[in-house]
T-cell receptor
Framework: NAGVMQNPRHLVRRRGQEARLRCSPM?????VYWYRQLPEEGLKFMVY????????ESGMPKERFSAEFPKEGPSILRIQQVVRGDSAAYFC????????????FGPGTRLTVL | GENVEQHPSTLSVQEGDSAVIKCTYS??????FPWYKQELGKGPQLIID?????GEKKDQRIAVTLNKTAKHFSLHITETQPEDSAVYFC??????????????FGTGTLLAVQP
């Protein structure tokens, strides 16, 4: 009964490189959410996806960030040309439905930008 | 905009005492209120949640109360144990079908249970 899986758990990038974060939802879940947690802060919503669709990206920075959830495979959060301010923990959550449903979180990917 | 305020930011109690964490939300359309526990280096873990048609919910030593009129909800932990030490986050969501189910989180409460 695997939970939400994220990889890598830790990612180090130099300024200007690209970061790709992967999330595999719980079995049977087709709704994925990405949240960012800056050091010593709470979690901030970034984007909500269903298979092949972005439902709500109101929390995504306008530039350099993108997300996808293809028909097959994990959801990907991509950060292009990373800057030091992107250093944070990125959490993925999944839910069974979109209607007042529990979101289960993965262990997170901790991104460090040098 | 949507906002959830959480108090206190830190809370220290003696083992066996009770702990109470309070949250206030701004979006009157919110109807789902989960609480998460986050241990160092780990992802948030759901400990209890409440929906807007219920005023109180209890699960062993943990209880949550909701006052929709005041837009206020609280987490109560009784008979605290050292393993309860963690950061606790409240959250609120509209969560209606066909639209976003994003969670708006509070800023967290660091709970320390002293043996």
């Amino acid at each position: 009964n695997a939970g939400v899986m994220q990889n890598p758990r830790h990612l180090v990038r130099r300024r200007g490189q690209e970061a790709r974060l992967r999330c595999s939802p719980m079995k049977g879940h087709s709704h994925v959410y990405w949240y960012r947690q800056l050091p010593e802060e709470g979690l901030k919503f970034m984007v909500y996806l269903q298979k092949e669709n972005i439902i709500d990206e109101s929390g995504m920075p306008k530039e350099r960030f993108s997300a996808e959830f293809p028909k097959e495979g994990p959801s990907i959060l991509r950060i292009q040309q990373v800057v030091r301010g992107d250093s944070a923990a990125y959490f993925c959550a999944s839910s069974l439905t979109s209607f007042v449903d529990t979101q289960y979180f993965g262990p997170g990917t901790r991104l460090t930008v040098l | 905009g949507e906002n959830v305020e959480q108090h206190p930011s830190t809370l220290s109690v003696q083992e066996g005492d009770s702990a109470v964490i309070k949250c206030t939300y701004s979006d009157s359309a919110s109807n789902y209120f989960p609480w998460y526990k986050q241990e160092l280096g780990k992802g948030p873990q759901l400990i209890i949640d409440i929906r807007s048609n219920v005023g109180e919910k209890k699960d062993q030593r943990i209880a949550v109360t909701l006052n929709k009129t005041a837009k206020h909800f609280s987490l109560h932990i009784t008979e605290t144990q050292p393993e309860d030490s963690a950061v606790y986050f409240c959250a609120a969501s509209r969560g209606y079908g066909g639209a976003t189910n994003k969670l708006i989180f509070g800023t967290g409460t660091l709970l320390a249970v002293q043996p």
